[in-house]
């Protein structure tokens, strides 16, 4: 009778063990379950603060260049001499010499993205897109700073037999070779755009006599536009963000002109000049490596808003 006793009692315990060990689990994931919004909220988060702080980053400094340097004279002046005894420190040079880059290169890939988007999207076979898509895509893996090189090495030399005039640092050079460097983004996301739109549209044009280039142009493209625009629009930001390839073969002179065969400096390129440069912490050219970068920062996003406007304004509804 003890021996049972005393089994009965190691029972009942082992039991209670067994009840307790549950509730603890299950308190554990409770409380696990109810951190896991907060944690997602947090993760959330990092891009947005990550955000702030480069702004309040950029303001602070750019304020306190704003400081010593009438913002009028800043956005106005066509003159940028950080380096002389007299320094000047206009930004139309280097937005001129970005804009200009950046045209030059979306002449390039906006066409040839676009076309490629097409024959991928409408003509090619399966085993065609298979096999030329991700060649196509290979040039987005070649790192910038070989770009650079082959602009200034190849592509420069060669437009020269052709322009005599063509300086050996140029825009025109950079320009073509980053619009290269964009078509697959353009002809990617474009050619996504395309292939998502209903197969049933294209079918019930076709059906009603229309040839695959007018269904091409009158149905696919403006029911992809939305797309076809972001991809245009992120080529654009690609550009003007580019900074190997200017730095090599545009050159570092800071001319304020339209003529795309002289050197150029890009608002990217000044950045990179100023921080590998003598520019001392506090200095007047140290601060307006900031308000640069500030400027460049508004462009890029007032460029975006207005792309999303266009966007919106163009999409049709299916």
Do not use: C, W
């Not at 040079?93 to 200009?100: A, D, S």
């Not at 142009?217 to 076809?228: C, D, F, M, Q």
């Amino acid at each position: 009778m003890h021996i049972n006793h005393d089994i009965t009692e190691n029972s009942e315990k082992s039991i209670r063990e067994l009840i307790e060990q549950k509730r603890q689990q299950r308190n554990f994931k409770e409380m696990f379950e109810k951190s896991i919004p907060t944690f997602l909220f947090l993760i959330a988060s990092i891009s947005i603060l990550t955000t702030i702080g480069i702004i309040y980053t950029l303001l602070s400094e750019t304020i306190e260049f704003f400081k010593r340097v009438p913002m009028t004279d800043f956005f106005t002046g066509t003159v940028l001499k950080p380096l002389s005894q007299t320094p000047e420190f206009g930004v139309l040079p280097l937005i001129m010499g970005t804009l200009t880059s950046s045209v030059i290169a979306m002449l390039v890939a906006a066409p040839i993205g676009l076309m490629s988007a097409i024959y991928l999207s409408q003509y090619a076979s399966d085993k065609v897109r298979k096999i030329f898509k991700p060649l196509l895509e290979l040039l987005a893996g070649i790192p910038t700073i070989v770009y650079g090189f082959f602009a200034f090495t190849f592509v420069t030399p060669l437009l020269r037999q052709f322009i005599p005039g063509l300086e050996a640092t140029n825009i025109l050079s950079p320009g073509i070779v980053m619009g290269v460097m964009i078509i697959p983004m353009i002809a990617s996301l474009s050619e996504d755009a395309m292939s998502s739109v209903h197969n049933a549209m294209r079918e019930g044009a076709l059906g009603l006599g229309a040839t695959k280039l007018e269904v091409t142009r009158k149905v696919v493209i403006p029911a992809a536009l939305s797309g076809i625009i972001a991809s245009f629009v992120l080529g654009i930001s690609r550009a003007i963000g580019e900074t190997m390839i200017v730095t090599i073969a545009s050159g570092s002179t800071k001319n304020f002109t339209f003529d795309i065969t002289q050197s150029m400096q890009t608002m990217t390129a000044y950045i990179v000049e100023v921080t590998g440069g003598d520019a001392a912490t506090g200095s007047t050219i140290y601060y307006s490596l900031y308000a640069v970068a500030m400027t460049l920062f508004v462009f890029t996003l007032l460029m975006n808003l207005l792309a999303r406007r266009i966007s919106r304004k163009f999409r049709e509804e299916y």
